[in-house]
T-cell receptor
Framework: DAGITQSPRHKVTETGTPVTLRCHQTENHRYMYWYRQDPGHGLRLIHYSYGVKDTDKGEVSDGYSVSRSKTEDFLLTLESATSSQTSVYFC?????????????FGPGTRLLVL | AQSVTQPDIHITVSEGASLELRCNYSYGATPYLFWYVQSPGQGLQLLLKYFSGDTLVQGIKGFEAEFKRSQSSFNLRKPSVHWSDAAEYFCAVGANSGGYQKVTFGTGTKLQVIP
């Protein structure tokens, strides 16, 4: 158990509305990540954070923004949701350093954009 | 750039039979390699990982994987599959990139276990 929770776990929204997903960790890890999972694509990195207020883009960041005002919370915002953003979203934290560093995942949020 | 290929999208095995899931990676240096498992509706759980040293790595739930540099492979094995092993399995390769760990995932192999 990596001490990660995600909320909401399921959400249905309409095209054009903003949506915010929350990732919460209890173990004070510096690095946090947001991925999306789609059939045939595996997991793809959206954004990551390396500290409070320190974030950077991943490979599929268009249409998404993130914020990290506290170590424990990493928020993912879909500024204006589109049907192509229907997906399962996973948050991850990084444990360890150097050779030992490993990512651990939250339970996911299933988002449907109508 | 690193990449991972899982050539089998779907595999069906009988309960009690042996299992091997294939994973090939592309990366210029020595990679960090991972296998994760995902049960339906769940998050990804780490099965095992390789960073260096012994090329045969033991993981949880009776799984093992072998790193073969000459073949750029990191295949996952289990000698006797249980019905509860039915899930989707993801291979991943990690590398440090400007201070953060970039992890690239394969597209997954779905395992079906039949009685």
């Amino acid at each position: 158990d990596a001490g990660i929770t995600q909320s909401p776990r399921h959400k249905v929204t309409e095209t054009g509305t903003p949506v915010t997903l929350r990732c919460h960790q209890t173990e004070n890890h510096r690095y946090m990540y947001w991925y999306r999972q789609d059939p045939g694509h595996g997991l793809r990195l959206i954004h990551y954070s390396y500290g409070v207020k320190d974030t950077d883009k991943g490979e599929v960041s268009d249409g998404y923004s993130v914020s990290r005002s506290k170590t424990e919370d990493f928020l993912l915002t879909l500024e204006s949701a589109t049907s192509s953003q229907t997906s399962v979203y996973f948050c991850a934290i990084r444990k360890g350093q150097g050779e030992g560093e490993t990512q651990y995942f939250g339970p996911g949020t299933r988002l449907l954009v109508l | 750039a690193q990449s991972v290929t899982q050539p089998d999208i779907h595999i069906t095995v009988s309960e009690g039979a042996s299992l091997e899931l294939r994973c090939n990676y592309s990366y210029g240096a020595t990679p960090y390699l991972f296998w994760y498992v995902q049960s339906p509706g769940q998050g990804l759980q780490l099965l095992l990982k390789y960073f260096s040293g012994d090329t045969l790595v033991q993981g949880i739930k009776g799984f093992e994987a072998e790193f073969k540099r000459s073949q750029s492979s990191f295949n996952l094995r289990k000698p006797s599959v249980h019905w509860s092993d039915a899930a989707e399995y993801f291979c991943a390769v990690g590398a440090n990139s400007g201070g953060y760990q970039k992890v690239t995932f394969g597209t997954g192999t779905k395992l079906q276990v039949i009685p």
